[in-house]
């Protein structure tokens, strides 16, 4: 049965009055996925995936730098968000659903078909922030070719062994009970080193003229897996024995200011071989969104480790 949908007036993003990366679709089970491709890729091809309530414009802080040194940056808008169509009904926002409709996207766009010539990578490097990483890592640990380098940022893989933290907890509350839902204010609440400027606020906004595109941003907080008993954890579980033996290279970049997900900086590195003796960074001050509010200098040193890498 088709999933039912809202799709966002093109004239919310072209009269933004910024300029917004070419964009590209592709059809995922019904839902037209959108995605930016741009870069030379003689560096090698990154994945960049955001999380909730935000879209692919979160890297804007990041891109000119990744791209300058040569990177092929894939940056696309989750199912729900940004230009993508947007599910109405929440119960068709599920964990499942939004790890295969990513996996999916990877293998049915094009965006595998690499040159040789072009990139000395064998997969993708991968960003990952916030619900990017709850659905990156179980598509990296189902998908494990694909990928040979991660950067971890600000993200859990939640597995049922221990409580999520009362700072998530609370906005998962806050999540449900605000009357609106401001994208483009809680993002400028939670940056503690710019300040946010009305014209981004409003490209947060964009993609949400009302309420009934946002069953996405309203159901994701609540699909994190709080408990063992939630159905996603077996598989996150499962992702993470693919991760206890994962021995590429992983980097994190973390925000410790971030009330949400602060305290989780250390996690990645205890558990993952990759992550051992690599030059984890952290931030401070700093909110949840890294991206917006340390974008250039996580990007440059981003791109410092993946140069020393070669």
């Known amino acids: ?7 966002t007036p093109e004239s919310r993003f072209t009269e933004l009055g910024i300029d917004l990366w070419p964009v590209h679709y592709v059809d995922i089970e019904g839902l037209r996925m959108a995605y930016s491709d741009e870069g030379s890729g003689q560096a090698g091809t990154m994945l960049l ?3 909730e309530p935000t879209w692919g414009i979160l890297y804007h802080r990041m891109f000119d730098i990744f791209v300058n040194a040569g990177w092929r940056l894939i940056i696309p808008d ?10 109405v009904n929440r119960s068709d926002h599920t964990y499942a659903n939004h ?7 990877l293998k049915t766009s094009g965006v595998l078909a690499i040159s040789e010539d072009l990139s000395p990578d064998h997969g993708f490097c991968a960003f990952f922030q916030d619900w990017g990483g709850l659905i990156g890592l179980r598509v990296v640990a189902e998908n494990p070719d694909l990928f040979d380098k991660l950067i971890l940022a600000n993200t859990v893989l939640p597995d049922g062994y221990s409580p999520m933290s009362e700072g ?8 449900q009970t605000m009357p609106e839902m401001d994208p483009g204010r809680l993002i400028a609440r939670n940056c503690e080193r710019v300040q946010l400027s009305d014209a981004m606020q409003d490209a947060y906004r964009a993609p949400f003229p009302d309420e009934t595109y946002m069953a996405g941003a309203r159901e994701l907080p609540m699909m994190v897996p709080v408990s063992d008993q939630n ?4 598989a996150n579980r499962a992702a993470w024995e693919v991760f206890e033996n994962w021995t590429r290279p992983v980097l994190t970049t973390w925000n410790v200011d971030d009330r949400v997900l602060g305290e989780y900086n250390d996690v990645f590195i205890k558990r993952i071989p990759g992550a051992n003796g690599q030059p984890h960074k952290t931030y401070s001050p700093g ?7 340390c974008g250039e200098l996580v990007a440059s040193d981003v791109v ?4 020393g890498l070669k």
């Not at 998530?168 to 999540?175: P, Y």
Request: aromatic share 16%; glycine share 8%; charged share 15%.
């Open 1 to 7: 049965m088709a999933i039912p949908f809202l799709r």
């Open 49 to 51: 995936l955001h999380g």
């Open 78 to 87: 989750l199912i729900g968000f940004g230009r993508s169509d947007k599910p």
């Open 99 to 105: 790890v295969r409709w990513v996996a999916t996207f």
């Open 168 to 175: 998530f907890m609370n906005w998962q509350n806050a999540s």
């Open 231 to 234: 159905p996603a954890i077996p």
């Open 287 to 293: 909110g949840h969104f890294i991206q917006e509010d």
């Open 304 to 307: 410092s480790w993946l140069k």
